[in-house]
Structure formats: C-alpha cells, structure tokens
C-alpha cells in the first residue's frame, strides 16, 4: 500500500488533466483513478465489464434483455396469483431488485418462464433426506425485473408485493455529487458545519483538522 504523504500536493491528473490535490502518491484524480480500478475494458464493445475478472459487459454477455411474452387476462391473473403467494423480492446483491419463486412443483416453475418469457429456471435440491426437490425461477435482470413488476402491479391490490410500485424508486439510476478540491472541501463544510446535527458536526470537525481547515 502506498504512504501518505507527509503534506497535501496539488497534482495533474495524467488523464484528464484536472489539477487536483492529494493526499497520497497518486497520478490521476479520483474520477479517473475509480474508472480505471478494478474494471476490465469488454473484448466486444470496449466498455467497462464493471468486474476485473470479467472480459465482456453484462450486455455482450447475455445479449439483448428478452421482451415480456404477450399474456391472456387469465395468464397474467395466474402468474400474479402464483407471484403473490409464493414468491419474494428483493434487492440483495442486485441494484435492480429480483423476482423468485421457489416450489418443489417442478411443472409450474417450468411454466413461470414459459408464460412470460423471462427468467431462468435452477433447481434448488433438497434441503433434507425426506424433502422433494426445491425449483427455482429467477428474475434478475434490471430490464426484465422492471417490465415484469409494471405488468403485474394494476392486479396486486393485497399482501407482501403490494408495495412494488413503489419499489420502481429503486430501479432509477442514482446520481453523486462530489468535491475532491482540497479548497473547495473546507470552503463547503465550514459553511455548512452550523447547520449539522452533533454527530455528523463531529465528523465534519474530524475532516476539516485533516485538511487544515480548523
């Protein structure tokens, strides 16, 4: 790991060539520094596979995301009762929240992804010795989990997933503002340090005697 340095430097970055101040031995800003780190350039399209052990982007990967199957009103109030009763959703591991049900009726999970379209079908294995064999249908891609949750949200008027339009917040992309001017930095917080509660005035004091504002 590299040592901090014993005072603040004002670099340009290499890059973009952004002046910029540091703490540390670094040739580029933060920016640039965080879009090199850790993400490998996609062997097909030259973007960012967001993962340094992969070698092409989730697009090239899996290709287009499928479109949502056309489906009969008796369709869509079959697959929203089953969806209802027996599946979850969530956002562990996956930004853009997932869809799974979870059966040992192997025929009906088969027929999760056969009405819509969409998914993958695992089996999930026995949990003991006695118990059947659990199937799995899982809706993981951002696109598909959007589409499928806008498709059958008008008929989940009760129970756990009434909620999921108002999950649609979640799936938005998120933005950041952020300031990495050593000037800049204690200009903002002492400007705002009046106006935060302790705990977070306490983190601000913190960061301005790193940075010789106080």
């Not at 089953?82 to 009726?105: H, I, K, L, N």
């Amino acid at each position: 790991m590299s040592k901090r340095l014993p005072w603040p430097e004002d670099r340009v970055c290499e890059d973009c060539t952004t002046r910029f101040t540091t703490n540390w031995p670094q040739r580029l800003c933060n920016p640039c520094k965080y879009n090199r780190a850790s993400r490998s350039t996609c062997e097909t399209c030259g973007g960012k596979t967001g993962h340094s052990s992969q070698s092409r982007c989730g697009s090239c990967r899996y290709g287009v995301p499928p479109d949502l199957r056309p489906m009969s009103r008796v369709e869509r109030a079959w697959l929203t009762g089953v969806v209802e009763g027996e599946g979850t959703f969530g956002r562990a591991r996956r930004p853009g929240g997932q869809v799974r049900v979870v059966m040992t009726d192997q025929d009906v999970i088969q027929r999760l992804q056969s009405v819509t379209g969409l998914g993958m079908v695992h089996e999930r294995g026995r949990r003991a010795a006695h118990h059947k064999s659990a199937w799995e249908w899982a809706v993981t891609r951002r696109e598909s989990v959007s589409t499928l949750v806008d498709d059958i949200a008008p008929l989940t008027e009760v129970g756990h997933i009434a909620s999921i339009p108002r999950q649609q917040e979640h799936f938005k992309s998120s933005w950041r503002w952020s300031v990495y001017n050593q000037p800049d930095s204690r200009r903002i917080l002492s400007a705002i340090l009046p106006m935060l509660g302790a705990r977070r005035s306490e983190r601000a004091r913190y960061v301005l005697n790193l940075i010789g504002g106080e």
